[in-house]
């Protein structure tokens, strides 16, 4: 639901990982467009307080998310494989950082 509400414009993908994992494709004009995308997804099911049964430290489910902002006009070329591995850095910083938190890849 909050995927369907966030995610409207047609470029917009969102997919399934595996588990508990989703990635996210959009087009944005910069990193900060994509850290707002990043933060009404977060805040959107944070705000659904979905109750987190199985979970002593959080009574609610909570979002984190890792964002690697891809340039086309860049010099540098980034392969899918290094996008994933660069977005899932930014995952884990964000579980890190206290969860229920957007980290945007920066080098």
């Known amino acids: 639901m909050v995927l369907r509400q966030t995610l409207k414009r047609s470029g917009d993908v969102a997919f ?6 989703f990635g996210v494709t959009v087009t944005v ?3 900060e467009d994509a ?3 990043g933060e009404r ?3 959107g099911v944070e705000d659904l307080h979905i109750l987190h049964e199985k979970n002593d430290q959080k009574q609610h489910v909570t979002v984190s998310c890792g964002l690697m902002v891809v340039f086309t006009s860049s010099d540098s070329e980034n392969d899918l ?3 994933y591995r660069k ?3 930014a ?9 229920n938190r957007v980290v945007v ?3």
């Open 87 to 89: 977005a899932d850095l």
């Open 16 to 21: 399934r990982l595996g588990g508990e994992e």
């Open 29 to 31: 004009r910069n990193g």
């Open 81 to 83: 494989e290094d996008i």
């Open 35 to 37: 850290l707002m995308i």
């Open 91 to 99: 995952l884990y910083q964000a579980k890190e950082g206290g969860r």
């Open 105 to 107: 890849y920066t080098e």
């Open 41 to 43: 997804l977060r805040k």
